[in-house]
């Protein structure tokens, strides 16, 4: 097994090139800006599909940053006072926090609806 080093910062594809003008290309480059929060169309609802029976607030719709992403994911569950997580563009809330987590989000600039029953 080799190591990465520690110089690679994630460079792809080339190894070395003579061309002085050559720029790298490095993974996860093109991330995508954060909008504004008065431009985000987020949804709220509830789901319990492969969680074993357990209910979860799930928020979807998020465009920005993954630091972004969970910054206010963080955010949500210290309000809330339980667990989740922030990945791949949606929030999860342990437990049916649908009124608190859209009143939150409200509060705080988001264009956020409740969707489903």
Do not use: H, W
Not at 29 to 46: C, D, G, W
Request: glycine share 14%; proline share 1%; net charge neutral.
């Amino acid at each position: 097994m080799s190591k990465k080093n520690k110089r690679d910062k994630g460079r792809t594809g080339v190894v070395y090139s003579t061309n002085q003008d050559y720029d790298y290309d490095y993974e996860g480059e093109f991330e995508e800006e954060t909008l504004a929060p008065s431009e985000q169309n987020l949804k709220v609802m509830l789901d319990k599909k492969s969680r074993g029976g357990k209910q979860v607030t799930l928020v979807e719709g998020f465009v920005g940053t993954a630091d972004d992403l969970k910054d206010l994911g963080k955010m949500l569950k210290s309000k809330c006072g339980v667990g989740g997580s922030a990945k791949d563009g949606e929030i999860l809330i342990q437990g049916d926090f649908r009124a608190k987590v859209l009143e939150i989000l409200q509060s705080e600039g988001y264009r956020a609806k409740k969707v489903g029953g």
